[in-house]
């Protein structure tokens, strides 16, 4: 009788084969669950709320506003967070122009040449060594926070030393009568980044703006726009890259505006507050700062099926000290117990509730 074949110690039939992923070794990067890299949107508040970023080979859908200008803002911070990281960055606009578009990004808020670190004096006591050190350590925590994200101030455009030099591609959609050179530079920026191996040497990103103005002679070729971003989408999965494509739905048919939110890995969009809106202002707090809303109706889920649970779909966009961009959750001021409930309080499964059913 044959021997049975003997499994070395340690070994089982059953075991898993995880590849580790090493941590990314160009600043920018982050490494998340399941394998997934992100990087930076160029908000930190949206950052977190996305789960760390936008992931890599991930294309994303901005739907615009005509009466909210606030998918430039998106655009702005994304691509200078790019800049800032000296990641390439390929950009398409219906402008003759689309390189001045550079000079309206926004600058950092910090940069790492004005962290000047300092010394102690050796005549300190022993409390203020141990003071300095947990000062040194703040500041090496806020460095590495840096590397991958900034604070950008809108007020101040970006110097010149992250623009020149750098590797920037400025495509005008104006006067394209199709798609076929946009694609082609696509094409070719995107076959820098392959992603061949667990090492990232260098990541891009792409930034289309107003993909469906009326002001390009393909507008009215619902058809050619959809196989350019299906085409695009399929080039992103196997490249180390992400886009961000902002497009008015309101300028599409709805069946060709569904079918782009249903290609869009991650899909936001942009809402204009109205002005004057009593009943808005009394609801919400802090009414007066808000410039806009900004949905979240997908989040990407990269290497995985398990959805992404937000704290909240609807976030307020506003300037803080009128210079960085914040998101925020909607707060709902308190309502007067005459008129009902706020918010909160429905769904309570303890002994005090007034409701008959719990809703859980």
């Known amino acids: 009788m044959a021997a049975p074949n003997v499994r070395s110690s340690g070994s089982s039939s059953f075991s898993r084969n995880i590849s580790?992923?090493?941590?990314?070794?160009?600043?920018?990067?982050?490494?998340?669950?399941?394998?997934?890299?992100?990087?930076?949107t160029g908000i930190r508040d949206l950052d977190r709320i996305l789960g760390g970023g936008y992931p890599l080979g991930s294309l994303v859908m901005v739907m615009e506003d005509p009466e909210a200008p606030?998918?430039?803002?998106?655009l702005r911070t994304f691509m200078s967070q790019g800049l800032v990281n000296n990641q390439p960055l390929l950009y398409a606009s219906p402008s003759k122009d689309p390189r001045g578009f550079l000079g309206t990004l926004p600058h950092p808020a910090s940069s790492k040449e004005d962290n000047k670190p300092t010394v102690p004096d050796p005549d300190q006591g022993e409390s203020l060594r141990i003071a300095w050190q947990y000062r040194k350590y703040l500041e090496n925590q806020k460095s590495s926070i840096d590397d991958y994200s900034?604070?950008?101030?809108?007020?101040?455009?970006l110097e010149r030393q992250y623009?020149?030099?750098?590797?920037?591609?400025?495509?005008?959609?104006?006067?394209?009568?199709?798609?076929s050179v946009a694609q082609d530079h696509c094409a070719t920026f995107l076959s820098k980044f392959p992603r061949n191996?667990?090492?990232?040497?260098?990541?891009?990103?792409i930034a289309i703006q107003?993909?469906?103005s009326p002001l390009c002679e393909y507008s009215e070729k619902e058809t050619d726009?959809?196989?350019?971003?299906?085409?695009?989408?399929?080039?992103?999965?196997?490249?180390?890259?992400?886009?961000?494509?902002?497009?008015?739905?309101?300028?599409?048919?709805?069946?060709?505006?569904?079918?782009?939110?249903?290609?869009?890995?991650?899909?936001?969009?942009?809402?204009a507050i109205p002005d004057?809106?009593?009943?808005?202002?009394?609801?919400?707090?802090?009414?007066k700062d808000i410039n806009g809303f900004l949905n979240i109706h997908k989040v990407a889920r990269i290497n995985t099926q398990v959805p992404v649970i937000l704290e909240a779909k609807t976030f307020s966009m506003s300037l803080k000290k009128r210079r960085f961009l914040a998101l925020e959750c909607l707060n709902q001021a308190p309502v007067d117990g005459s008129s009902g409930t706020s918010y909160g309080t429905t769904g309570s499964c303890s002994g005090s509730s007034k409701s008959g059913a719990l809703d859980f």
């Open 20 to 40: 580790v992923v090493s941590s990314p070794q160009i600043p920018g990067l982050k490494c998340g669950p399941n394998g997934t890299t992100f990087i930076s």
């Open 70 to 74: 606030h998918h430039m803002d998106l």
């Open 150 to 157: 900034n604070d950008f101030d809108m007020r101040k455009p």
């Open 163 to 179: 623009l020149s030099g750098r590797p920037i591609d400025c495509v005008s959609l104006l006067d394209s009568s199709d798609l």
């Open 197 to 205: 191996s667990s090492n990232i040497a260098s990541i891009g990103r």
């Open 210 to 212: 107003s993909f469906c």
């Open 225 to 271: 726009m959809l196989s350019f971003v299906r085409l695009l989408k399929s080039m992103l999965m196997v490249s180390n890259a992400v886009a961000i494509v902002t497009f008015p739905p309101s300028l599409l048919s709805p069946s060709s505006s569904k079918r782009l939110q249903h290609m869009a890995d991650t899909l936001l969009s942009i809402k």
């Open 276 to 287: 004057g809106d009593k009943e808005l202002e009394r609801l919400l707090t802090g009414y």
